[in-house]
């Protein structure tokens, strides 16, 4: 079940707010400029479908952003849990950074956990299948897949080259906690 929390990007271990319902999290995320929107597949689709055979299932959704944000790449990423770089991929988007563009995913299948600093809070979202986050270009974020990654998403791009991650330098991605499979809440 997807799900909000958010922290004082003081204080770690009590989020101010916690919910799965879905409108709520959309409403909170949109006072801080995130999209979050729920996309149905248009024919069943799994993990292991041929990236075509994905696009096509949510091809009305695909093209409605493109349209309207003037996305010029779309592709599917899939990562399972035997994945042999899991770990150099989960490590990868650990650390605080952002990029030049929108990051946009949509979850087709598994989960994942964004987190987003945005001064005075920490927004942590878990995004599971179904979900699209939209985090605007400059937003102080992390991404953590989990020690065994297991997710299909279709990504949105403006730039081939706007997805390049630029680094904080800063430790706040440490203070909060890691995505585990099965965690509470």
Same mark, same amino acid.
């Given at each position: ?14 989020? !101010? ?5 879905? @409108?709520? $999290?959309?409403?909170?995320?949109? #006072? ?8 149905? @597949?248009? *024919?069943?689709? *799994? &993990? =292991? ?6 696009? @096509? ?21 899939? $990562?399972?849990?035997? +994945? &042999?770089?899991?770990?150099?991929? !989960? =490590?990868?988007?650990?650390? /605080?950074?952002?990029? #030049? ?19 005075? +809070? ?5 995004? /599971? ?16 897949? =989990?020690? /065994? ?10 730039e081939p080259d706007g997805w390049v991650g630029h680094f904080t330098g800063t430790d706040i991605a440490r203070q909060f906690p890691r995505y585990e499979k099965g965690q509470a809440g």
């Open positions: 079940m997807s799900r909000l929390r958010i922290f004082a990007e003081d204080q770690t271990d009590t989020p !101010r707010l916690t919910t799965s319902d879905q @409108a709520q $999290i959309a409403r909170e995320l949109a #006072k801080i400029g995130v999209g979050f929107e729920q996309w149905q @597949a248009a *024919q069943p689709v *799994q &993990p =292991g479908d041929a990236p075509e055979t994905i696009m @096509a299932a949510y091809r009305a959704d695909i093209d409605r952003l493109i349209a309207e944000r003037g996305f010029k790449t779309v592709d599917v990423v899939s $990562i399972a849990p035997d +994945n &042999p770089q899991r770990e150099t991929m !989960r =490590g990868k988007f650990l650390d /605080e950074h952002y990029h #030049k563009e929108d990051e946009v995913r949509f979850f087709v299948a598994g989960s994942g956990l964004f987190t987003l600093h945005v001064e005075p +809070n920490v927004y942590e979202i878990k995004c /599971e299948q179904g979900d699209l986050i939209s985090v605007p270009d400059s937003t102080l974020h992390w991404f953590d897949m =989990g020690p /065994e990654p297991s997710f299909v998403a279709i990504r949105f791009f403006t």
